[in-house]
């Protein structure tokens, strides 16, 4: 399991978002982030989560749909 003491205080918030809607868009997770980033941003900090292989993704109609890799422990 990926080291969640590794994260940055954004990255912690985006996963603490995911853990509490299980799965969430882009723009879901901005609406739910204190003073939120610009989308692309937030496109960027999922894909540095996923390098990190803290979450997964799945395409459904022309969003991304993000979801915890594990659950939160």
Do not use: C
Request: proline content about 11%; charged content about 35%.
């Amino acid at each position: 399991m990926p080291d969640p003491s590794q994260l940055s205080r954004r990255e912690r918030q985006i996963m603490d978002v995911l853990f509490a809607r299980g799965e969430a868009t882009v723009n879901q997770i901005r609406g739910a982030l204190p003073d939120p980033p610009t989308p692309m941003a937030v496109r960027r900090f999922m894909q540095i989560l996923g390098e990190k292989g803290h979450v997964k993704r799945r395409k459904e109609g022309r969003e991304m749909v993000y979801a915890p890799r594990e659950p939160k422990v």
